[in-house]
Structure formats: structure tokens, C-alpha cells
């Protein structure tokens, strides 16, 4: 596709239930990162990919929380045993690698309720 | 915690003003970007500029990085009422791999 593509635009999903976001990037990008961001606020980093591996997930809040990239392209975050504080807006960007600006999805709105 | 922070929080001008914005960030850096943010979700890359840069222009944006002060401005000239949306900037710290780590932003407002 022409930009990054998230999947689900917004999802809605009980306190304590497993939930997948999904991040298709520019093709061809090899960085691929996950922000998660709230009303008002910057985007807060989760983890950050180099082709398949992640090289840095220092951003990830707690064990729940885990994302994955097997391929070098689809990235997927889960997130397990949702709580409401989870509740926010999970931004996927990807870039050509460093000294390269990101460009960013729309991001999956996540409510849970 | 966020490596870069934006000054003001928030800017309020008039269509045709300039508007600065200031980021100020803590440890060496490989480059640092700015990004716009509309309401709404997804954020434009503006400017990246590299640590040994000191200015750098695309049409009405002017940014400059003083890495002696650890910060940089981003410069909006002859601003428009469509320039209204959140200014951010992110770092690329010397030793942290190549990850983004945003600031808080600015909100800017152009009135017509």
C-alpha cells in the first residue's frame, strides 16, 4: 500500500480480554515502531523493530504486553488481560532505517471497558 | 520518561504571524525531527535535521539545533489558519539504536 495501514481502526474490548492490533508498513521499510498515546500527551514509545527483531522494547509496560514482526513487514502488538488503563490511541510508524523520517498510521483507537 | 520537551505548550497567533517552537532534550543525539499532528490520529514527518546540522529549511519551516544547548526551534513564517494542529519533536539519542522518543508538543493555534 501507499502508507502504513492499522488494523482495526477502533476496537472495543472487556477488561481482561486478549486483543491484537495490527501494523502493515510502507513496503520496503525496515524500521517499524509502536507508540501508544493518550489525550494530550506525546506519543509514549513501546518498542521499535530492525527487520525481524526487536531492538529495543524498553517501552513496553509490563509483561502483557507483547509484539511481534516474524517476517520483517506485518507487525502485530498484543496485549493480554487488558485493563482500562490500556485505553488509549496505539500508533505504528516504519522509515527506511535511521536518518530517515517515520511515517505514521492512523493508529487503533483502544477502548476497554 | 520523554527525552525531548516543547516549549510553549501551547501558542495562540494570528494568520500571517510566525510561530517558534523550542525542544529541549537531554543527551547526545544522532538527529533530532519535528512532526505535525492534526487532530485526529497520524503524525507528519516535517524536518529531520542531524547532529552535525545546524539549520535547516523546507518552504515555511525553518528548524536549527544547537547541540551545545541540547535544543532546537522549529520556525513556522507567514503562518496559515491550516498550520493550526500539535508540533512535536523526537530524538534519536547517540546510544539508543535508532529509537523515536517524542516530547509533549506544542499546541498551536492560528486564527483567521
Known amino acids: 500500500g501507499a502508507g502504513v495501514s492499522q488494523t482495526p481502526s477502533n476496537k472495543v474490548t472487556e477488561k481482561g480480554k486478549y486483543v491484537e492490533l495490527r501494523c502493515d508498513p510502507i513496503?520496503?521499510?525496515?524500521?517499524l515502531y509502536w507508540y501508544r498515546q493518550s489525550l494530550g500527551q506525546g506519543p509514549e514509545f513501546l518498542i521499535y523493530?530492525?527487520?525481524?527483531?526487536?531492538?529495543?522494547d524498553s517501552g513496553l509496560p509490563n509483561d502483557r504486553f507483547f509484539a511481534v514482526r516474524p517476517e520483517g513487514s506485518v507487525s502485530t502488538l498484543k496485549i493480554q488481560r487488558t485493563e482500562r488503563g490500556d485505553s488509549a490511541v496505539y500508533l505504528c510508524?516504519?522509515?527506511?532505517?535511521?536518518?530517515?523520517?517515520?511515517?505514521f498510521g492512523q493508529g487503533t483507537r483502544l477502548t476497554v471497558v | 520518561s520523554q527525552q525531548g520537551e516543547e516549549d510553549p505548550q501551547a501558542l495562540s497567533i494570528q494568520e500571517g504571524e510566525n510561530a517558534t517552537m523550542n525542544c529541549s532534550y537531554k543527551?547526545?543525539?544522532?538527529?533530532l525531527q519535528w512532526y505535525r499532528q492534526n487532530s485526529g490520529r497520524g503524525l507528519v514527518h516535517l524536518i529531520l535535521?542531524?547532529?552535525?546540522?545546524r539549520e535547516k529549511h523546507s518552504g515555511r519551516l525553518r528548524v536549527t539545533l544547537d547541540t551545545s544547548k541540547k535544543s532546537s526551534s522549529l520556525l513556522i513564517t507567514a503562518s496559515r489558519a491550516a498550520d493550526t494542529a500539535s508540533y512535536f519533536c523526537?530524538?534519536?539519542?547517540?546510544?539508543?539504536?535508532?529509537?523515536?522518543?517524542f516530547g509533549q508538543g506544542t499546541e498551536l493555534s492560528v486564527k483567521p
Open positions: 510508524a516504519s522509515s527506511l532505517g535511521r536518518n530517515y523520517g517515520a511515517f
Open positions: 513496503s520496503g521499510h525496515t524500521a
Open positions: 523493530f530492525q527487520g525481524t527483531g526487536a531492538a529495543d
Open positions: 543527551t547526545s543525539i544522532n538527529n
Open positions: 535535521i542531524r547532529s552535525n546540522e
Open positions: 523526537a530524538t534519536d539519542a547517540r546510544n539508543q539504536g535508532g529509537k523515536l522518543i
